[in-house]
């Protein structure tokens, strides 16, 4: 004869459905809704206390190494006194694709853990790895967070440089963005890379 009593999971769903008899909906109600605000907002504390230089610089292969290159650029001190940190470059504005780099620089902290990059030494050999993956990303997103603080539309190009109205022309008529130009910006190019222009 064959057990016909719920299993597990049945029983389990049927428990989850059933009106509670300790506490009433509302109670219920407000309950799950001041949890839902404190956890989105331990959550949303959390991912903006990633986002922060101190953070960023926190392991000694970033501090020793990118670090020391942003503070020598233009984007870490300026006329205008305009400071773009790590996440300004590495992280997007918007909801959904700020989760998904999250998401992917949650695997990086694997070479951390590794100790793939923790020498200089080490760094050094992976550079152009490391930074490929970067343009990549940004070709990819038509260098979306570069867009943050610079676009064309809001470029005044009489004030600019002969040379620099002349590159910026040609890069709106191709379908140019940032990234194909303005790599090295902030950090050493590696040893390897070869600048496309010049190999014309």
């Not at 999971?9 to 001041?34: E, Q």
């Not at 990633?50 to 870490?76: A, P, W």
């Not at 709106?172 to 990234?179: A, L, P, R, V």
């Amino acid at each position: 004869m064959a057990d016909k009593s719920p299993g597990v999971i049945a029983r389990t769903w049927r428990s989850l459905r059933k009106p509670s008899v300790k506490y009433s909906m509302l109670t219920l109600l407000v309950v799950g809704f001041f949890g839902g605000i404190i956890f989105w907002g331990g959550f949303h504390t959390g991912l903006e206390a990633t986002n922060q230089l101190e953070f960023c610089i926190g392991c000694h292969e970033m501090r020793d190494t990118v670090y020391q290159e942003y503070k020598k650029s233009i984007h870490y001190q300026n006329r205008v006194g305009v400071r773009a940190i790590c996440s300004d470059c590495h992280v997007p504005r918007d909801w959904t694709h700020k989760m998904i780099r999250k998401a992917r620089a949650s695997l990086e902290v694997w070479g951390k853990i590794t100790g793939d990059i923790d020498t200089k030494e080490k760094f050094e050999k992976k550079r152009i790895v490391l930074a490929t993956h970067e343009w990549d990303r940004m070709k990819a997103s038509g260098s979306r967070e570069c867009r943050n603080c610079h676009d064309f539309t809001a470029m005044v190009t009489s004030k600019q440089k002969p040379l620099a109205q002349k590159k910026h022309a040609e890069a709106q008529e191709q379908g140019k963005t940032c990234i194909d130009c303005h790599k090295g910006i902030a950090h050493l190019l590696p040893k390897e890379y070869e600048d496309p222009e010049e190999s014309e």
